[in-house]
DNA sequence: TTCGACAAGTTGTTCAACAATCGAGCCGAA
DNA sequence: TTCGGCTCGATTGTTGAACAACTTGTCGAA
C-alpha cells in the first residue's frame, strides 16, 4: 500500500490558496487523515514521499510536523523520523488523568449552563446507536464531553480537552473496535446531564469520575490484548 | 539598542552539541530571555538578525518559531513577522480562568499528598520577602503554584500549568512592577496549604478561588492603568 | 556465530533564490 | 492641508538543492 493510495491527490490547487500558512494547511491536512484513522498509529511519516504526496518542500512540511508533535499527534524521533503516535497503556492513563481533573472541574465550578450542545450530543448519540453506528456513537460521545469542557468557557481548556480527544481516536484507531464499548456510556451521559441540569453539581461529577474510571479499565483491559 | 546589545553571543559553541536538536536549541535560548524580560514584550523577532545572533538559519530559526508559537510566547503575524507575545486584559481573564479551573480541581481531587515542595516554595517566599526580593517573591509565588498542580502528577496539566505562569510572566513584563503586589500572597498560599494537609480539602481549594479572583482583579486593574 | 567496517538511505541543517505581502514615503487632486 | 493611490524597498513565505550527521542493514574477517 503506497502513500498514494492512502493520501491520493492533496496537492492544493494553486488558486485561491493565500501565502503565508502553507505549513498550517499541510498540518491539517495530515491531522484530518490521521484522525479519520488512514494513517495508522505507528505509521511512518517519511518526508521525500509525503512533501511529493502534498505537494509543499521540505522545509515547510517540517513547520507542519513540528505543529503536529506539539499536539502529540505525531511523535518525532531524532534522526529517525516522524510517527503517527501510538499510545502505549502510560498515555492512556495520562489522558484519564487530565479528564478526570478537568470534566468534573467543569461540572463543579463552570459559570455557563448552556446544555444545548450537551442534550443534541446525546440524542445524537442515541440515534447512532439505533443506526448501529459505532463511529456515531464514538463521535457523539466525543462531542459530548468536549462539551463538557466547553462549559468553563476557557479556549485553553477546551484546546486541552481537543488534543486529548484527539488521541482517544489513535487510541481506538490502534486496537481493535469492539462495538459495544460505546454504546452503554450514552445512558452514563444522561445520567451527568440530568444531575447537572439539577444543580446537583457534585452528583454529577462524581458520575462523571465513575464514568472516566469505567472507561479507562475498558480501554486498559483492551489495549493490553491487543 | 541593538539585538546583539539585548544577546550577545548565542551562537552555541560546535564542540559537544548533538545534531538533530537546533530547533529546540534556538527554541530555548530564546524562552529564556523572553522569560527573563530581556526581550520585552510586543518586541519584534526579526528573523535575519535572529539568525545571525544565534548562529542558525532562517528555516530553523522558524522551526524554532513554529514550537513557542505554540507556548503563546510569541505571536505570528503572517507576513508582518513574529513578536513576543504582549497579553491583552482578556489574555489575563483568560489565564486566570484557566487556574480557577486547574489549581482548585489539583486540591480537590488529587491523590498525591507530597508537600514537601509547596513548603519550601513558601519558605523561599517568605526569605525573599525579608531580603524585599521582588523577582524572589514573584518565582517563589509561582513555584507554589506550579507545585499545587503538579500534585495532580499528570504531566500534561503539568505542562499547560508551566504555560500558563510563562505568560504571567509577560504580563509581569508589560506592566510596572509594584512591589507590594506578591507580599500577601506568602501568607494566602500557606493557609491553602494548611488546609490541605488538614485535610480540608474543598477550604483549600475556596480559599485558591478565592486568592485567584483577588490576583486577577489586581492585575487586571495595574493593566488597566499601564 | 560474532564483530566491526562499510554503504545506502534518511534526517538535520544550511544556503541562495524568488514570490508574496506589508508599510513608508511620495505625488497629485480636491 | 488632507486625502487617496502609487511605487518602491524591506521583510516574510516558500522552494529546491546541497551537504553533514545519523541509523540501519550488509558483508566479510576472525
New binding site residues.
Given amino acids: 500500500m503506497t502513500l498514494y493510495e492512502i493520501l491520493p491527490d492533496l496537492r492544493r490547487q494553486s488558486v485561491d490558496v493565500?501565502?503565508?500558512?502553507?505549513?498550517l494547511?499541510a498540518a491539517s491536512m495530515l491531522r484530518e487523515r490521521i484522525s479519520a484513522g488512514q494513517l495508522a498509529p505507528g505509521a511512518?511519516?517519511?518526508?521525500?514521499p509525503l512533501?511529493e504526496v502534498l505537494?509543499?518542500?521540505?522545509?515547510?512540511?517540517?513547520?507542519a510536523?513540528a505543529t503536529l508533535a506539539g499536539e502529540h499527534v505525531v511523535t518525532?524521533?531524532?534522526?529517525?523520523?516522524?510517527f503517527v503516535t501510538r499510545p502505549t497503556a502510560d498515555d492512556i492513563r495520562e489522558i484519564y488523568r487530565v479528564r478526570r481533573f478537568l470534566e468534573p472541574a467543569a461540572l463543579t465550578w463552570s459559570t455557563s449552563a448552556k446544555t444545548d450542545a450537551l442534550h443534541a450530543a446525546i440524542a445524537r448519540g442515541r440515534d447512532a446507536r439505533s443506526a448501529g453506528s459505532v463511529p456515531g456513537m464514538a463521535s457523539a460521545n466525543q462531542d459530548f464531553h468536549a462539551g463538557v469542557v466547553a462549559l468553563t468557557g476557557s479556549n485553553r481548556l477546551d484546546l486541552q480537552m481537543t488534543q486529548v480527544l484527539a488521541e482517544m481516536r489513535l487510541v481506538f484507531h490502534s486496537m481493535v473496535a469492539n462495538p459495544l464499548f460505546h454504546s452503554p456510556y450514552i445512558d452514563d451521559n444522561d445520567g451527568i446531564l440530568e444531575r447537572f441540569e439539577a444543580g446537583e453539581r457534585s452528583a454529577a461529577a462524581e458520575l462523571m469520575v465513575d464514568y472516566l474510571r469505567r472507561a479507562e479499565e475498558q480501554l486498559l483491559e483492551a489495549h493490553a490484548r491487543s
Avoid at 505537494?55 to 513547520?63: A, C, D
Avoid at 518525532?76 to 516522524?82: L, T
Fill in positions: 493565500r501565502h503565508a500558512e502553507t505549513g494547511w511512518k511519516l517519511s518526508e521525500e512533501c505537494g509543499v518542500s521540505r522545509n515547510t512540511l517540517r513547520e510536523f518525532r524521533i531524532p534522526n529517525r523520523g516522524v
